[in-house]
Nanobody, 124 residues
Framework: QVQLVESGGGLVPPGGSLRLACVGS????????MGWYRQAPGKQREFVAQ???????NYAASVKGRFTISRDNTKNAVYLQMDSLKPEDTAVYYC??????????????????WGQGTQVTVSS
């Protein structure tokens, strides 16, 4: 039973900070690319940040400089530190784990898992 569980969401005023956590279970996620996505009401889910197994991090332009992704493989966890929050950051934030395996002679496989999401509301 592979599972990702997010936590840390809540209500914060503009300019405030939140730290989201995602803890995985059921498998070892050290080989996965871990990421955060978000979905605001009436909008499509969008990429926020990701960090590969090699530690390289990428961010959406809208959050770069304000958000920081990190991971602790010993805890099967990934975090998203969100600073200088804006009302437009309001969304449900989802944790994602993805691993694409293409190792002959086995056929290619894509392992992808999603958390249930945690609500982040930025409002005064």
């Amino acid at each position: 039973q592979v599972q990702l569980v997010e936590s840390g969401g809540g209500l914060v005023p503009p300019g405030g900070s939140l730290r989201l956590a995602c803890v995985g279970s059921g498998t070892v996620f050290s080989v996965y690319t871990m990421g955060w996505y978000r979905q605001a009401p009436g909008k499509q889910r969008e990429f926020v940040a990701q960090q590969g197994a090699d530690g390289q991090a990428n961010y959406a332009a809208s959050v770069k400089g304000r958000f920081t992704i990190s991971r602790d493989n010993t805890k099967n966890a990934v975090y998203l530190q969100m600073d200088s929050l804006k009302p437009e950051d309001t969304a449900v934030y989802y944790c994602n784990a993805d691993y694409y395996r293409d190792a002959d002679p086995l056929p290619p496989q894509d392992f992808e898992f999603w958390g249930q999401g945690t609500q982040v509301t930025v409002s005064s």
